[in-house]
């Protein structure tokens, strides 16, 4: 192993850490929704985006940094950067008023998949077997928990919501990968793009939505949101599909809808269940497969050497 690679690595696994941080947090955005769900969905993205942006700007200034700072990206890396996180939030939100919600998040949470699949034509990419693995288990850990909420058949009637599911799994995965292509874009970029989901959002809210005055609690939950599963998690998401391991993070993915279920049922908002055990199980195993390294023992090789399969 070279000095090189040495050097790196710590630096990938740091990032991929970030990535599982951004993972976590988004296991709280369904019990965090709750507290919110009586505000118009556009009025919770613009509010939630601004609160994000109001965090990037502080990081900023915490390290001495000009605003402007923040917008200093290609135009391809606002393209990409409000693309992606206004694109896969007003998909989704159409989705939800459009076809059920199992559905729409069974089909939604296609993303981690795609990303294992699609990071493998990246430069220097490899799609290994433990990875594709993996990602089935976790989808099938997925599939487990939307099964127990009701029925996932589909419906030729729901065929738009269908699609803008497939949608939002498409903007998140692509925006997730070709992410590595900006590398040198510092993660205070984000708050640019944060900024602006947020101006659209409140564009869409005035056109299309009442506006309504959030409660004490209701705030609380706004601030929860964009300093958490809206904020922070962005930023954290930012630096690790930059920087992390691709593969791996599309796999661990699929832990957020677990933990949101199991946050849901430790709050009783949902009821534990035998199914959501095993789609626990799934996903776990999804997730030591992906990151499992296989030991091979041969001439002029030690029992503790591993290598990726």
């Known amino acids: 192993m070279s000095d090189t690679t040495s050097a790196t690595r710590p630096s990938r696994r740091a990032a991929t850490l970030a990535g599982v941080a951004a993972i976590g947090l988004w296991g709280s955005l369904a019990l965090l929704s709750t507290s919110v769900s009586r505000l118009p ?12 942006a109001l965090l990037g700007l502080a990081r900023v200034a915490r390290r001495g940094g000009g605003a402007l700072r923040a917008l ?3 135009p391809s890396g606002w393209l990409l950067g409000v693309g992606g996180l206004f694109g896969y939030h007003a998909l989704y939100f159409y989705a ?14 296609l993303w981690p998949l795609l990303i294992v699949l699609f990071s493998a034509a990246l430069p220097g990419g490899r799609l290994r077997r433990r990875h594709v693995a993996g990602a089935l288990l976790g989808l ?21 919501g269908y699609l803008a599911a497939l949608g939002c799994a498409l903007v998140w995965s692509t925006y997730s990968v070709v992410q590595r292509r900006f590398a040198d874009v510092p993660a205070d970029a984000v708050t640019g793009s944060c900024a602006a989901t947020a ?25 929860a949101l964009g300093l958490g599963p809206a904020g922070a998690a962005f930023f954290a998401w930012d630096h690790a599909t930059k920087h992390g391991d691709l593969p791996q993070l599309g796999v661990l993915s699929y832990g957020a809808p677990v933990l949101s279920t199991l946050l ?11 199914r959501l055990l095993a789609a626990c199980a799934l996903v776990a ?7 499992a390294r296989v030991a091979r023992v041969g001439p002029g090789t030690q029992n503790n ?5």
Not at 96 to 109: F, K
Not at 212 to 223: D, K, N, R
């Open 264 to 274: 849901l049922c430790v709050a009783g908002r949902a009821e534990a269940s035998p």
């Open 72 to 74: 200093r990206q290609p």
């Open 41 to 52: 969905p556009l009025q919770v993205l613009a509010s939630t985006f601004a609160i994000a």
């Open 285 to 291: 195993a999804g997730g030591l497969v992906a990151t």
């Open 96 to 109: 939800l008023s459009a076809a059920p919600p199992v559905q729409v998040s069974l089909i939604a949470y």
């Open 199 to 223: 101006a659209l959002g409140l564009a869409g809210h005035l056109a299309l939505e009442p506006t309504v005055v959030p409660s004490a609690g209701e705030a609380l939950g706004l601030l």
């Open 305 to 309: 050497t591993c290598i990726d399969n």
């Open 140 to 160: 099938a850990g997925v599939w487990t928990v939307l099964a127990a909420a009701g029925d996932v058949g589909v419906r030729a009637a729901h065929a738009p």
